[in-house]
């Protein structure tokens, strides 16, 4: 059976573990950006217009000959992001590449065990003295063509997905696996929702279709199983503040609405449902808080494109900060965007 993604203006994936500081993204579908320097651009690429959210520094071009397809944010701020085959990362104010393997990478996470790279159906452990450390394969009849890594202390989280003959995206296969074995457990096969998990130490959370209805799920590291009924179209969740929150699609009365559903990540109980814009894109835990993407104009490289900063407990907005040409939030303790003008990419650093 196949499944429309959750996805809006070429973003593949979005998804998020602020509590350790970890994030991993995807997204495409914008012409690729050209090979630029990776030296930093001479200006920021947007102003604030809200006190309290802001933007640090001066924006990174990133390097590559194509749109980054998966970005990590360390524990350490630095900013791990594939371009084809290859892995570079930013530190500061520029850019480098650390890895290049042979088959394009579909997803990546970094954390103090060390950055840990999916090209097909394998994960690969890299440490930066020793090259390759450990390998795991996800045991799949079909080669994947999407993918998330989440890397949480000891334990590691992926889905993948396969588009057949082109077309949509399938139900995912959900794993899970500690970087102190080999062993390799499936979650769940062919019923979550590709591109819709978020992980930290209480375990990943998730939507599927389980029997005709769909479900915000939870598994813990020990492989325990928590799952409440969850009606929306979930897009891209976070976990931010003990909640879990997820920008969703719904249908009031036969128009498009989107709406973000918080619930309670102790206890998976509703928190709350609150309505917000068409133009809202993307959320993102973060050390600034919990971030909103807003892209108004529904085209690549936004000028009046904002992120803001919203309060856990309501969803309502706290402050504002204009992005120019903002694609999507990076959660993690350094918060950041990623902007795309002038024909190339850029990591904006925000905090609050």
Not at 76 to 87: E, K, R, T
Not at 171 to 186: C, E, L
Not at 225 to 237: A, E, M, N, T
Request: charged share 15%; glycine share 10%; hydrophobic share 45%.
């Amino acid at each position: 059976m196949t499944v429309a993604p959750a996805l809006r203006r070429g973003l593949v994936a979005v998804a998020v573990t602020a509590t350790t500081g970890l994030a991993v993204l995807a997204f495409g579908g914008p012409p690729a950006a050209r090979a630029v320097a990776t030296t930093a651009g001479p200006t920021t690429p947007a102003t604030v217009t809200a006190a309290r959210l802001h933007l640090t520094g001066t924006a990174v071009k990133l390097p590559g000959n194509s749109e980054p397809s998966a970005i990590s944010e360390a524990p350490n701020g630095s900013v791990y992001y594939a371009s084809g085959p290859s892995v570079y990362v930013v530190t500061g104010s520029s850019a480098s590449r650390v890895l290049t393997i042979n088959r394009p990478v579909l997803a990546l996470a970094a954390n103090s065990a060390g950055l840990f790279v999916q090209a097909g159906r394998t994960v690969t452990q890299y440490n930066s003295a020793a090259g390759p450390v450990r390998t795991w394969t996800l045991r799949s009849p079909h080669v994947p063509t999407a993918a998330g890594l989440y890397a949480v202390r000891g334990s590691l989280w992926a889905w993948t997905d396969y588009a057949a003959d082109g077309g949509s995206l399938r139900y995912a296969d959900v794993y899970r696996f500690s970087v102190s074995s080999a062993t390799v457990f499936r979650v769940s096969t062919g019923d979550a929702y590709p591109a819709e998990m978020a992980a930290d130490a209480a375990g990943a959370f998730y939507q599927a279709a389980i029997n005709n209805a769909s479900y915000l799920v939870q598994v813990t590291p020990a492989g325990v199983v928590h799952r409440v009924r969850y009606s929306g179209l979930g897009l891209r969740p976070t976990l931010s503040g003990g909640r879990v929150q997820f920008l969703a699609d719904r249908v009031d009365d036969g128009k498009s609405s989107v709406y973000l559903d918080s619930y309670s990540q102790d206890t998976l109980a509703r928190d709350y449902s609150r309505r917000v814009s068409t133009s809202d894109q993307a959320i993102a835990g973060t050390g600034a808080g919990l971030l909103l993407l807003s892209d108004p104009c529904g085209t690549l490289a936004c000028s009046s494109a904002t992120v803001s900063e919203l309060k856990h407990r309501t969803g309502a907005t706290e402050s504002t900060v204009a992005v120019k040409g903002a694609l999507a939030v990076v959660a993690g303790r350094a918060a950041a965007a990623i902007s795309y003008q002038d024909d190339a990419y850029f990591l904006v650093r925000l905090a609050s």
